[in-house]
């Protein structure tokens, strides 16, 4: 094993033995505060391309913009640092490659999805004998795929050099082993000497919603890390070179900040677009004696079968009494099931909602419920046919029904010892707005893309959702009040005599409307 650095500190060494050992391919390194994440990764590849000759390694992140500006920067000072002369190694901007004077190359890589190149086709046919992902959070599990891919278990070449052919065949006598050859171009002798290096993948991360979460944290803290990954948590207090007022500081921030960086706590977000927050959805596991026991309903989201699970929520208002999850059932025996919870809780059949995708409007033919079209154009209020200021802007139904249940998140109660209580919160961090700058409709992540992230179909957190759906057509009841009139644009062109038949009586108060602006 290499010797480690003793500018390391105890967490840093523990990730550096790892990065050594013929056992671990992937190592997760997450630091917050203080003493910038590349260092580790840039020493870690300093030493391996002047023990390693003829290797090729790897520096991600999701834009290539960052790594010049950072981690290159880091690397090339650790470069000077470990013993690299200037004349050692040259660097093409272009093409984003270091080549050294031992044969090592180094490729600089953007790791951005890009549709024009879904399959990251710009990585190559290069094989890699280790790759460093700075900032991983930022990186999609996709990308993370396919640069595993690339990693090869290598036959490595280590290099003696010499301008004399007597030194090098005393090296060879002295050493027991090796091949002499002589390297015309560089009018130099070398010994080659073949070591077998196993491939490794470095990430150094904050925590993100994907699969740094999925893949090593979550598992890390379950104890469920699979035997090839390691996950190493280091804190700010790890690091003996923080000042204490650094330290201090960071106790003084707002909660979400002090829980990620002063104790580590991968389940808070400063994540603005996340639509709830641990805290929120965590408070929703309780007791609730208030329940209307009058309206009970069943929201199901369904899967075909052998794909995904289907979720079966039991409603007592706003209150889930019961959460079902079913595996590789049927048709009819979802519809069954549905039927005895529909007696059991004596659920009106208008009150039970199932989602409409694949084959599930056999599921709904069936019962004869209500389904829920998640493309389906958002629920308007009934003004919004005469005012279209009052439009909701939502991309879809399923965006609609999510926004509505973070608005109501403090009305909804779920049994404190639900089984899939952690399902829930884990499905809950991972829903987020995309676009938010943007003035067009008010759209969420795709499903797709939450499911790559999350590793599996967020059915919980849909059925969840589907609730909402009473909730919202119940606030679009089919009247136009006075003020909605008053406080329609001047942009807008109204008919007359559809707004004055919602208006009151009273013919001096419609003189008084008809004169405003507004109207034409």
Same mark, same amino acid.
């Given at each position: 094993?290499?010797?480690?650095?003793?500018?390391?500190?105890?967490?840093?060494?523990?990730?550096?033995?790892?990065?050594?050992?013929?056992?671990?391919?992937?190592?997760?390194?997450?630091?917050?505060? /203080?003493? &910038?994440? +590349?260092? #580790?990764?840039?020493?870690? =590849?300093? $030493?391996? !391309?002047?023990? %390693?000759?003829?290797?090729?390694? /790897?520096? &991600?992140? +999701?834009? #290539?913009?960052?790594?010049? =500006?950072? $981690?290159? !920067?880091?690397? %090339?000072?650790?470069?000077?640092?470990?013993?690299?002369?200037?004349?050692?190694?040259?660097?093409?901007?272009?093409?984003? !490659?270091?080549?050294?004077?031992?044969?090592?190359?180094?490729?600089?890589?953007?790791?951005?999805?890009?549709?024009?190149?879904?399959?990251?086709?710009?990585?190559?046919?290069?094989?890699?004998?280790?790759?460093?992902?700075?900032?991983?959070?930022?990186?999609?599990?996709?990308?993370?795929?396919?640069?595993?891919?690339?990693?090869?278990?290598?036959?490595?070449?280590?290099?003696?050099?010499?301008?004399?052919?007597?030194?090098?065949?005393?090296?060879?006598?002295?050493?027991?082993?090796?091949?002499?050859?002589?390297?015309?171009?560089?009018?130099?002798?070398?010994?080659?000497?073949?070591?077998?290096?196993?491939?490794?993948?470095?990430?150094?991360?904050?925590?993100?919603?994907?699969?740094?979460?999925?893949?090593?944290?979550?598992?890390?803290?379950?104890?469920?890390?699979?035997?090839?990954?390691?996950?190493?948590?280091?804190?700010?207090?790890?690091?003996?070179?923080?000042?204490?007022?650094?330290?201090?500081?960071?106790?003084?921030?707002?909660?979400?900040?002090?829980?990620?960086?002063?104790?580590?706590?991968?389940?808070?977000?400063?994540?603005?677009?996340?639509?709830?927050?641990?805290?929120?959805?965590?408070?929703?596991?309780?007791?609730?004696?208030?329940?209307?026991?009058?309206?009970?309903?069943?929201?199901?989201?369904?899967?075909?079968?052998?794909?995904?699970?289907?979720?079966?929520?039991?409603?007592?208002?706003?209150?889930?009494?019961?959460?079902?999850?079913?595996?590789?059932?049927?048709?009819?025996?979802?519809?069954?099931?549905?039927?005895?919870?529909?007696?059991?809780?004596?659920?009106?059949?208008?009150?039970?909602?199932?989602?409409?995708?694949?084959?599930?409007?056999?599921?709904?033919?069936?019962?004869?419920?209500?389904?829920?079209?998640?493309?389906?154009?958002?629920?308007?209020?009934?003004?919004?046919?005469?005012?279209?200021?009052?439009?909701?802007?939502?991309?879809?139904?399923?965006?609609?029904?999510?926004?509505?249940?973070?608005?109501?998140?403090?009305?909804?109660?779920?049994?404190?010892?639900?089984?899939?209580?952690?399902?829930?919160?884990?499905?809950?961090?991972?829903?987020?707005?995309?676009?938010?700058?943007?003035?067009?409709?008010?759209?969420?992540?795709?499903?797709?893309?939450?499911?790559?992230?999350?590793?599996?179909?967020?059915?919980?957190?849909?059925?969840?959702?589907?609730?909402?759906?009473?909730?919202?057509?119940?606030?679009?009841?089919?009247?136009?009040?006075?003020?909605?009139?008053?406080?329609?644009?001047?942009?807008?062109?109204?008919?007359?005599?559809?707004?004055?038949?919602?208006?009151?009586?009273?013919?001096?108060?419609?003189?008084?409307?008809?004169?405003?602006?507004?109207?034409?």
């Amino acid at each position: 094993m290499t010797n480690t650095p003793t500018r390391l500190f105890k967490r840093q060494k523990e990730a550096w033995d790892y990065l050594h050992d013929g056992e671990t391919t992937e190592i997760a390194y997450w630091w917050w505060a /203080g003493w &910038g994440k +590349s260092l #580790l990764g840039s020493l870690w =590849l300093a $030493t391996q !391309i002047a023990e %390693k000759p003829g290797s090729t390694w /790897g520096i &991600g992140r +999701s834009e #290539l913009k960052k790594i010049k =500006l950072s $981690t290159f !920067i880091t690397f %090339k000072n650790t470069l000077k640092e470990v013993g690299f002369e200037d004349g050692s190694y040259k660097y093409d901007d272009q093409k984003s !490659i270091m080549t050294f004077t031992n044969g090592c190359m180094v490729v600089l890589m953007d790791l951005n999805e890009n549709p024009s190149d879904p399959n990251f086709d710009r990585l190559g046919s290069t094989e890699y004998t280790g790759f460093f992902i700075d900032e991983a959070q930022e990186v999609s599990g996709k990308a993370k795929q396919i640069v595993t891919s690339r990693l090869r278990n290598l036959t490595g070449k280590t290099y003696f050099y010499s301008k004399d052919k007597k030194e090098s065949e005393q090296w060879i006598i002295q050493n027991g082993k090796g091949i002499l050859h002589y390297n015309e171009p560089l009018n130099e002798y070398q010994v080659v000497m073949w070591i077998q290096s196993k491939p490794k993948l470095l990430l150094t991360l904050n925590p993100g919603r994907n699969f740094v979460y999925t893949d090593f944290y979550k598992p890390w803290k379950n104890k469920t890390l699979l035997s090839h990954r390691r996950f190493i948590q280091s804190l700010p207090t790890d690091n003996p070179f923080l000042p204490k007022a650094y330290i201090e500081n960071l106790k003084n921030l707002d909660k979400v900040s002090r829980e990620r960086l002063l104790y580590g706590n991968f389940e808070y977000s400063d994540d603005e677009a996340l639509l709830f927050s641990i805290d929120d959805i965590s408070a929703t596991f309780r007791k609730n004696d208030k329940v209307d026991l009058d309206k009970n309903y069943i929201t199901c989201d369904a899967a075909r079968q052998g794909r995904d699970s289907t979720v079966i929520c039991i409603w007592q208002g706003l209150h889930i009494k019961k959460i079902i999850e079913i595996r590789k059932s049927s048709l009819t025996e979802q519809a069954r099931l549905i039927e005895t919870f529909i007696g059991e809780y004596n659920v009106g059949i208008n009150n039970v909602i199932v989602d409409e995708v694949w084959v599930w409007w056999g599921l709904v033919d069936l019962l004869g419920c209500k389904w829920f079209i998640a493309n389906q154009a958002p629920i308007q209020p009934y003004a919004a046919k005469l005012l279209t200021y009052k439009k909701r802007n939502y991309q879809n139904l399923k965006t609609q029904s999510f926004f509505y249940l973070q608005k109501y998140l403090p009305q909804v109660s779920i049994y404190p010892d639900c089984q899939y209580k952690e399902k829930i919160i884990e499905e809950a961090l991972f829903i987020r707005q995309i676009d938010m700058d943007n003035d067009n409709k008010i759209k969420l992540e795709s499903k797709k893309d939450t499911k790559e992230k999350l590793g599996r179909s967020p059915d919980y957190m849909d059925a969840i959702s589907f609730r909402m759906y009473w909730l919202i057509k119940d606030h679009h009841d089919g009247t136009v009040s006075e003020e909605d009139i008053i406080n329609q644009k001047s942009e807008e062109e109204i008919n007359q005599d559809q707004l004055l038949k919602f208006l009151t009586d009273d013919e001096e108060k419609k003189e008084d409307i008809l004169d405003i602006d507004v109207y034409y």
